[in-house]
């Protein structure tokens, strides 16, 4: 069990999202950075479609009821455990009675905490995601209040706390945040994509789970911004009469009618959903089959990224831990090196 | 065989994971029921790497694995299946939806008939006496878009939106009809109310309806509405549809 003591901001309880009945209007929800989320997961020992906590600027104080492990991943941060200052981004070990504060996140607005053995709430329509908007999956389809207590699934209380023996993946934040155009770029005229694809844009405050609202050059839609209804996508960037783009992202609904100019790609919604309020950037095109090159690649680079978690050392600093870490560089995407 | 007239199709990228299988722009029961169709026929066919499909007015969303499968391959089985497509004449199930005109969600009743320039019960003899058809499932879980309304009924929306407006509302939006799913915001102008749980996440079956299915609404008085909302609350779905 782990008591919510003091909330952070949108504490919800996150898997990776609820597959399969977007015909039935039903968003996936799930994380907002599927890669932090999938990070804080493994380093506590869990399985990828554990459901774990997901927070906005700051993750609040909450108290362990069990002895055990948790991880804080999204931005950097300081967790303090008990009387213990931890570092985010690894596992630690948690006791019984313990009060844990995760404070503001640092380079980003999405934080994660993983429990071991996973949050083992019931699973609505297959999943334990929260859908804020339609009041689904969760606790209640809430933001988590304090005092509730989330019931931890089963877990080995001996098994080990991990940490990436890789260095944290830079962030170069000038890069580019890169799209595949359509489906209705043939709605905009060839300047307005130009203006699209070389004027920047700004983070706007209108964000949460559902969109981002950016500030930008004037997107005018030839023939105007309804369209018929058709499927949206997490990333589809969907232009509306006041010319403000709006990029669905994690709570999207599954159907929209305006004109979406072009759709962010895979690889790339992580970096937009942790760009700060306020933050200036720049969409880049690439073409539909580059776009499943980088996907493919980013997928792979996860896995290897979590696979390549080790035990830390706990006590003395072990000779095998010191050996199992590669300390000459690191796994990269290609597509990294390249950007 | 597909027709002559239908409509070549348009193999659109939304994003690297998901591609829409556009064959018209506009709102159209003949290229709806061939994209219904498309759909089921992209579920018989079981493709290894196809995650999800979306339904909608005149195109199907698929979303894949781009790992198992590239979206050009699959917008090319996607062509394949849909030069094949069988669509028969015959609609889909129909479903009986019991509803109180007026009411606490029938907000908008007699301002419409006024609007129109007609009786509310001539206004309620127009929308019990179509036959509607649900063209897709979206916005909202198991919110129904529903084509078929008569054209003296088509109002636009509300300029300001309201803030709630409660599940099981009956509403027009410009030239189609609705069903809430679930309570939320809405323009749409609302005339009546069902006791019936289009969503209800806590039944076996939380839908009730799917794109291609076909809707007839029955008029109820506020002694049956307040009989069958228990039964729903209860967990029931209160109505089964009739085979197509």
């Given amino acids: ?339 | 065989m597909q027709t002559p007239a239908a409509p070549a199709p348009r193999i659109l990228p939304c994003g690297d994971q998901a591609l829409s299988f556009q064959i018209g722009k506009d709102i159209d029961a003949g290229a709806n029921a061939r994209i219904i169709a498309l759909a089921a026929a992209l579920d018989a066919a079981a493709i290894p790497g196809v995650m999800d499909r979306v339904p909608t007015y005149r195109s199907l969303l698929v979303r894949y694995d781009p790992e198992t499968i590239r979206g050009a391959v699959l917008g090319a089985r996607l062509t394949a299946l849909y030069a094949e497509l069988e669509v028969g004449a015959q609609g889909g199930r129909l479903w009986r939806v019991p509803v109180l005109y007026g009411g606490e969600a029938g907000l908008d009743l007699d301002s419409l008939a006024a609007e129109k320039g007609l009786g509310t019960e001539e206004l309620i003899a127009l929308h019990m006496g179509a036959e509607y058809r649900v063209y897709m499932i979206g916005f909202a879980p198991g919110f129904a878009y529903l084509g078929g309304l008569p054209e003296a009924l088509h109002a636009p929306r509300l300029a300001t939106p309201r803030q709630l407006i409660p599940a099981g509302a009956v509403g027009i939006g410009g030239r189609q009809a609705s069903i809430n799913s679930v309570a939320g915001p809405s323009g749409w102008r609302f005339i009546a109310g069902t006791p019936v749980r289009l969503f209800d996440p806590a039944r076996a079956e939380p839908f009730l309806l799917q794109a291609g299915d076909r809707v007839r609404f029955e008029r109820i008085d506020v002694p049956a509405f307040a009989r069958l909302a228990e039964r729903a609350a209860a967990g029931s779905p209160v109505i089964s549809p009739e085979a197509a």
């Fill in chain 1, 1 to 339: 069990m782990m008591e919510v003591l003091q909330p952070g901001p949108m504490l919800t309880v996150q898997d990776r999202g609820r597959f399969g009945l977007r015909h039935a209007g039903v968003s996936a929800a799930g994380p907002m950075d599927a890669p932090a989320f999938a990070l804080a997961n493994a380093l506590v020992g869990n399985a990828l479609d554990a459901a774990a906590l997901e927070f906005a600027g700051f993750g609040g104080s909450f108290r362990a009821r069990v002895d055990c492990r948790i991880a804080v991943t999204g931005g950097t941060t300081e967790v303090r455990i008990g009387s213990r200052i931890v570092p985010s981004g690894e596992a630690h070990r948690a006791r019984a009675g313990d009060e844990i504060h995760i404070g503001p996140l640092g380079g980003a607005v999405w934080g994660y905490l993983a429990i071991s053995g996973g949050i083992a709430i019931e699973p609505v329509m297959g999943s334990r995601a929260t859908h804020l908007r339609t009041g689904v999956g969760g606790v209640g389809g809430a933001v988590l209040k304090p005092g509730i207590r989330l019931p931890l699934g089963s877990f080995d209380p001996a098994g080990p706390c991990l940490a990436p023996v890789h260095p944290p993946r830079p962030d170069p934040d000038a890069r580019a945040i890169r799209v595949v155009l359509g489906p209705q770029d043939d709605r905009f005229a060839p300047e307005t994509i130009a203006h699209f694809l070389s004027d920047s844009f700004t983070v706007t405050p209108q964000r949460d789970r559902m969109a981002m609202v950016l500030d930008g050059p004037p997107l005018p839609a030839l023939g105007g911004h309804d369209i018929v209804s058709d499927g949206t996508m997490m990333g589809s960037i969907q232009v509306p009469g006041s010319g403000q783009p709006i990029v669905l992202m994690a709570e999207c609904q599954t159907t929209g009618g305006y004109p979406k100019i072009a759709t962010v790609i895979g690889a790339d919604l992580p970096r937009l959903a942790q760009l700060a309020t306020g933050a200036r950037f720049r969409f880049a095109a690439v073409t539909w089959e580059e776009a499943e090159e980088i996907w493919i690649a980013h997928a792979r680079a996860l896995r290897a990224r979590l696979e390549a978690l080790r035990p830390k050392p706990e006590g003395v600093l072990s000779s095998a831990y010191l050996l199992s870490c590669n300390l000459v560089g690191g796994i990269w995407p290609p597509e990294e090196v390249v950007w």
